[in-house]
């Protein structure tokens, strides 16, 4: 350089010192600045809920309201990455965060045709504008250079490349790349084909504009141009390249998941923050309750109710097995996205039988000791009170078990009196119901007829205490969480006398007749109940599997018309204890002796002659369906309507209300009917009944 002047030379030293404490002074700056917090903090995952056999129930949203799962960089599979790069950023390897190569492309093009052709942004710099907030466009292009820049300091290009798979969306509220394929495609990243995985990528550049579901044709050919670039930066050869372009975009995602949402708000609630939770529900017990909520629905519209809730419980594990919170969940009109099983609504009589096992343990009655149902006044906060039967009659002197069994209400109140209203709320709080959480005179001597509010569950809870000798456990709903501990309700022999008395249906004849709604072809003790001015109907009970409850009535709290426990949620009951019976005994086979091992719990019901084994054939009504209505033209004969079952076998026949119509050999019988509402019920030979079906005749 002798022929440059000393003054040029100390000009290029000045420059190039110039240049070195520019470089320094970027450097420095690069490491002062910060990494954006938000790639360091960890969106919040949608959780996947499923049932105990492993079933997927449902796919809740994250935090941020965007269905979304996390995915590492080891889980993208043979094609993601190639895909990623080939569509958003192909020298992604090699730039430092931001690419002068594609920044002088789209300045040229821009010259040229004088409009954007295409962008430069690297996937960091995508990455980076996704924690940033509205920014004006050229000030957003400086500020995410200069962070991408440092970013590139900070993590890895695995790390970066994982982030943003992560970070974009891949449609309306389809965050990341995991809850991209499992939505469109319902797999896993690693299992998307090349085709998939290009698809995916394409969208990644406009998930509107590319929509699988509303623009397949453009989104088709989004993907064919990234599998072309694929192919000339030898991601894939040509023969990959022509077999994808020739594979149709076929979705085959999960879409929305309807049913069990009562039960998924729940156990979410219950264990917050979870990704995956394994719950106790039985998904196929689940859609026949969810089945029969429907079906009665229409029938509970003669009683003016419009809401229903059903559980079932597992006795032995008290896993929940099944939970209808409503009969629709999307039903605005009837307030669907209520929750009856968790409402607080008043027990009616449901709460007798407690009151009557305190009188058992703490004054040693039984049985047979004498109550007075007569007309009596007993002494409350502000004045008296004199309770009434459901029908207005007083018999004089009972047994514990006529009471009891028939629901009578004054000594009820008697017991209540004589075992102390304190120590009677303390034996309602030994069986579960925290719900009663005021102070004893609150209630008064109405406590034994259903003052005070509590829950389906707190009910079923408590009633399935009695089958398991008296002693009370929580209903368990996580499968993967510890078994609930356990305390002691009431004695044994309490428990075993008050089963003793539900599962006798002779006893309940007198009040109920002979309804077919608490006939079973095995054993089962049922309770009913309904509140003050018909708002509540309740029937709970239970088998030598499952306990069962019932709630019928309107979220609203409007009175039902005369809706009582026996008529409004009885048919319900009944269907819901048939198809909970015969599925527990399909989950745990093993069990069908369990009836011998409860020896005495249930002798005060010995089985009908013939009675049937809850393996048996269940008959199936083909005709009519329940909600069906018929009518037939004015002065003429009685419609005749042919009854058909399935499975019904020789010797079968028909209830319809008590009528009884023998079949024929091929499962019909012809029904003269007559206006008005009428159950109708298929028996096999051997006892076993058919869910019942409910028709108008007009």
Request: aromatic content about 8%.
């Amino acid at each position: 350089m002798s022929w440059l002047s000393d003054a040029t030379r100390r000009r290029l030293r000045l420059a190039a010192i110039g240049l070195l404490g520019l470089a320094l002074a970027l450097g420095i700056g690069l490491l002062l600045t910060k990494v954006p917090s938000q790639l360091e903090e960890r969106t919040g995952a949608s959780a996947r809920v499923y049932d105990r056999n492993g079933l997927l129930l449902a796919r809740t949203r994250g935090s941020g309201g965007d269905w979304y799962l996390p995915l590492e960089f080891e889980e993208f599979g043979p094609h993601v990455a190639s895909a990623l790069l080939a569509a958003e950023d192909a020298r992604f390897w090699s730039h430092p965060g931001v690419d002068p190569l594609a920044i002088t492309r789209a300045l040229g093009q821009a010259l040229t045709t004088g409009r954007i052709v295409s962008g430069a942004s690297t996937i960091t710099q995508q990455l980076v504008r996704t924690t940033l907030p509205p920014l004006p466009p050229w000030v957003r292009k400086v500020v995410e250079a200069w962070l991408s820049l440092r970013v590139e300091l900070s993590l890895s290009k695995q790390q970066i490349l994982e982030l943003y798979a992560n970070r974009v969306h891949f449609g309306p509220q389809v965050l990341g790349l995991r809850a991209a394929a499992e939505r469109y495609f319902g797999k896993e990243p690693s299992e998307l084909d090349l085709s998939e995985a290009a698809t995916l990528a394409g969208l990644v550049r406009g998930p509107s504009l590319y929509d699988l579901e509303r623009r397949p044709e453009l989104a088709r050919r989004r993907r064919d141009r990234v599998l072309e670039r694929m192919q000339r930066r030898g991601f894939i050869s040509e023969d990959a390249l022509g077999r994808a372009r020739l594979t149709p975009i076929s979705l085959k995602g999960y879409g929305p998941m309807l049913g069990a949402e009562h039960w998924v708000r729940f156990v979410r609630r219950k264990i917050p923050g979870q990704e995956v939770l394994h719950t106790t529900l039985d998904l196929p017990l689940q859609r026949e309750l969810e089945r029969l909520a429907l079906g009665h629905r229409k029938r509970l519209e003669n009683y003016q109710a419009s809401a229903l809730a059903v559980i079932v419980l597992d006795l032995e594990t008290m896993d929940v097995l099944g939970y209808v919170g409503s009969p629709d969940f999307q039903d605005e009109a009837s307030q669907g996205q209520n929750d009856g099983v968790r409402a607080l609504r008043q027990p009616g009589s449901t709460l007798k039988p407690f009151f009557y096992a305190a009188a058992v343990d703490l004054l040693g009655m039984n049985e047979d000791t004498q109550l007075s149902d007569e007309a009596e006044s007993f002494a409350a906060v502000g004045g008296h009170f004199m309770p009434v039967n459901y029908d207005r009659r007083f018999r004089g002197k009972v047994s514990l078990r006529r009471a009891l069994s028939n629901s009578l209400n004054v000594p009820a109140v008697g017991v209540l009196e004589r075992v102390g209203l304190e120590r009677s709320l303390e034996f309602l709080h030994r069986f579960g119901f925290a719900s009663l959480d005021q102070p004893a005179t609150v209630y008064g001597p109405a406590l034994a007829l259903g003052a005070g509010e509590v829950t389906l569950l707190e009910l079923i809870e408590g009633y399935a205490a009695l089958p398991n000798e008296g002693v009370f456990r929580r209903a368990r709903f996580d499968k993967d969480g510890p078994v609930e501990p356990s305390s002691r309700a009431c004695s044994p022999h309490a428990a075993d006398l008050i089963t003793r008395v539900l599962s006798d249906p002779a006893s309940r004849r007198e009040a109920f007749g002979a309804t077919q709604n608490f006939e079973f072809p095995f054993q089962v003790a049922v309770k009913t109940g309904t509140s003050t001015g018909f708002r509540d109907a309740w029937v709970v009970g239970y088998s030598h599997s499952v306990a069962v409850a019932v709630w019928v009535g309107n979220f609203d709290g409007r009175p039902m018309q005369r809706g009582t426990g026996a008529g409004s949620a009885g048919p319900l009951f009944h269907d819901v204890m048939i198809r909970s019976e015969a599925r527990a005994l399909e989950l745990w086979p093993k069990r069908a002796g369990r009836r011998e091992r409860w020896g005495s719990a249930f002798q005060g019901a010995p089985a009908e002659a013939g009675a049937a084994s809850p393996h048996a054939v269940m008959p199936r009504i083909i005709f009519p369906k329940t909600g069906m209505r018929f009518t037939h033209a004015p002065r003429s004969t009685a419609p005749e309507l042919v009854l058909r079952a399935a499975d019904l076998g020789p010797g079968g026949y028909f209830l319809v209300g008590t009528r009884r119509l023998e079949a024929g050999p091929e499962g019909t019988a012809v029904l003269a009917a007559e206006p008005g509402e009428l159950s109708i019920v298929a028996v096999r030979a051997d006892g076993t009944r058919s869910e019942s079906v409910y028709v108008t005749f007009e």
